[in-house]
């Protein structure tokens, strides 16, 4: 069984909640991004969204866009991202999944980009820019090599729309949960309550809400009513500080972050 199945199932036997955080690989380098996924999954990770940089992002907010400029003006490549996570996957505890642009994924074929990502250790992909009407090929391959397609529902999407999407996902539901990009929110939106309500009514897949999720009561309050919580950008806005501060520094204060939100979402009793 693919390792996000096994990861959800048990935390639904057990009563917990799931912790994804997103890293960008290759910011400032792949070394960082060696040292960093390790211990965000010790430090509370669950299951850990990569991010493949890429120059015309169109879900991802400005934090992550200047990541991915960062690590794209160092002349990364895909290939030096999968040799990266092959490398490093045995000494990381949580599974790996990534977020990856279909431009990427199109030029290098399908078939052979799920090969190598799972030779590289990744469960399955986020693809932000596969419209559901295009996507049943992908999800055709994905299945026969049990790599899980993750697609975005957001609330605008309309419900006939959502069926379609909720169809065609494996693994997780990636649940935005604001109109517009990701980004760090000081209060995220009354109606996301009532559209986990709705998808809830639609599958049993598990649903995770990611964008604009940074502060321990945005995790807690959300505890009731999802399987798993994504944070990114109050992640990767650490990034920034590498080369102002000790890389040490930065990978503690990440690190410090996971756990304080991981434990928001599954406080001790």
Known sequence: MNAVDLLFRSARESGRKVFIPFLTAGDPDLHLTA???????????????????????????PVVQASYARALDRGLKMDQVLETLERIRP????????????????????????????AAGLSGAVVPDLPADEADDFAHRAAEQEFKLILLVTPTTPPERARKIVRLCTGFLYCVSIVGT?????????????????LRDM?????????????PEHVSGLREFVDGVIVGSALV?????????????????????????SRALNPAP
Request: aromatic content about 6%; some cysteine.
């Open 35 to 61: 040292q960093l996924l390790p211990r965000i999954a010790h430090a509370g990770g669950d299951l850990i969204e990569v991010g493949f940089p890429f120059s015309d992002p169109i879900a991802d907010g």
């Open 91 to 118: 000494a990381t505890q949580a599974p790996l999944f990534g977020m990856v642009s279909y431009t990427l994924i199109h030029r290098r074929g399908v078939r052979e980009f799920i090969s190598q990502a799972k």
């Open 182 to 198: 990701t980004g760090e929110r000081d209060r995220l939106p009354e109606e996301l309550r009532e559209q986990l309500r709705r």
């Open 203 to 215: 599958t049993d897949l598990p649903l995770c809400v990611g964008f604009g999720i940074s502060k």
């Open 237 to 261: 806005r650490r990034l920034e500080r590498i080369g102002h501060e000790p890389a040490e520094r930065v990978i503690d204060g990440i690190c410090n972050t996971v756990r304080e939100l």
